[in-house]
């Protein structure tokens, strides 16, 4: 069993950032490549961001593409989300995921993953 916690969500004004954390208690974390979803309200949960177990290879949905960065530091065994330049559609909980397949860690909505987190919430005001 693994288990996410993420970290780091709050309020924020548009054109500002936030930097999103989850810890994982996966041994090996390499075993599992790592991803970033959410779900705004009223809408079903989408995808964000991906990245393999070695952090070479990286995946974005293009909303977020050139603004959000993802990475991944193995020996803390912890996965970021750096949100740049934030938009207020960017409202939404973001969970974390983790899977050993990469197919399924880049499903649109992330179906069929194995493990999540609770979410942390991000709000952007106008």
């Known amino acids: 069993q693994v288990q996410l916690v993420e970290s780091g969500g709050g309020l924020v004004q548009a054109g500002g950032s936030l930097r999103l954390s989850c810890a994982a208690s996966?041994?090996?974390?390499?075993?599992?490549?790592m991803g970033w979803f959410r779900q705004a309200p009223g809408k079903e949960r989408e995808y964000v961001a991906a990245?393999?177990?070695?952090?070479?290879?990286?995946y974005y949905a293009d909303s977020v593409k050139g603004r959000f960065t993802i990475s991944r530091d193995n020996a803390k065994r912890t996965v970021y989300l750096q949100m740049n330049g934030l938009k207020p559609e960017d409202t939404a909980v973001y969970y974390c995921?983790?899977?050993?397949?990469?197919?399924?860690?880049?499903?649109?909505?992330?179906?069929?993953?194995?493990?999540w987190g609770k979410g942390t919430l991000v709000t952007v005001s106008p």
């Open positions: 995921a983790a899977d050993s397949s990469w197919s399924r860690i880049t499903t649109a909505q992330g179906m069929g993953v194995d493990y």
């Open positions: 996966a041994r090996p974390f390499i075993m599992y490549h």
């Open positions: 990245i393999d177990w070695s952090g070479s290879s990286t």
